[in-house]
């Protein structure tokens, strides 16, 4: 990355340097604040030296015509965690017209998906500032290590925002690490006749001029990773679990037949969810669906998750659990992805056993015995060392990362395992967490038993462990 110069060259004499120190004000000068925040998988992702606290985006998208589609201002409000003379947001693509901090002009420059802002004066550690960058342009589609598309995929009638794992630089700059969680207003502006779907509640719909404005609020912490923008025509319903939660479901008109049953299970998902993984950590729920081929998997964005065509009743349980696990209890860095994964796929074992389905030994007893057959890939790594960027999402991930759990479950017995998986989402609700929280957390709960088989074995050893 390129940055400017320092702003006190070493050659400048003894008395001018004290001079401006005092200038300056406390004595000390910011650094500038990191690149990326090292994740094993996405070095650059994220950024250091700060910590955001809000997000507030306003776009406007115009799916057809020329130019620029997005118009974007986003306001990021963040605290210094370090004196800053610089700091970077992750922004990939877009052609950036202006940032300021606090309201007024700041230097800025681009490196890749870097954007280097540099305040007018320093920012001492601890302090909050607002940033607010102005952008326009046609958003990027990322193509990921795993092949898989991501960021702002363009659709018949919109576009849909995915961000899983770092596709949400595409349409708003900011810090795109798991590991910084912050609240959102998402306002969207579209041609009438179009709906701009997000995250949280909606709070106003306004049309004027021929546009009208969606205003979306999100009230508690969400990872920029599962922040989505949903824009086209789409058939909306509203209505409240009987517990009082706010449901909101779009559909496409295209699907809206076909999901009509699956989707209407949504309450009773919800509540069998929050009597195994306890209270529901979001202040809505609901889905997004879109058409069969906007995108090649469904993904748990925060309070209503997005599939490509209508779920099967596992796949809706498994995105919305993730909203316990992943979403609320977010993983440190993509390492720990198998605590997404593998409690999401546990959870499909877990609806199918109370459900009349197969057990979940049944489930594990399968996978074990002829997982190879059907599925070479499934001992291909450790859950929680997954091989590489482009196998964050494989196989092991899920299924390996739900044996693991099921063997805490063999280990413990059924309640203190589900005290064990509902502690867990309670202790770090609205959190993050690794891998190594998780094992200690277990080692905690039941302190007689000795999990070291299930750490060395099946949670980070290579290859089919020996014995189920
Ligand atoms: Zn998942």
Redesign the pocket.
Known sequence: MSRSAPLVPSALPVLLTAFLLTACGAGVHGTPGAGGVRDPYFPKAGNGGYDVTHYDLRLAYTPDGDGPRLTGEATVTARATQSLSAFDLDLDGMDVRSVEVQGRAARWNRDGQELTVRPRHDLQRGRTFRTTVRYRGTPRTLTDPDGSHEGWLPTRDGALALGEPIGSMTWFPGNHHPSDKATYDITVTVPKGLRAVSNGELRSERTSGGRTTYAWHTGEPMATYVATVAIGRCAVSRSTTAGGLPVYVAVDPSEAKASRKVVGRIPEIMKWAADIFGPYPFSSTGVIVDRPDTAEYAL?TQNRPVFPGTPDLSTLV??LV?QWY?DSVTPRTWRDMWL??GF?TYAEWLWAEDHGGDSAQRTFDALYDHGEDDDPDLWAFPPAKPSGPGHISDTPV?YRGAMVLHKIRQKVGDDRFRAIVRGWATTHRHGNADTAQFTSYVEKTAPEKDFTTIWTNWLHGEGKPDHR
């Open positions: 748990e498994h995105e993730h992943g997404n994964e999401a899920y």
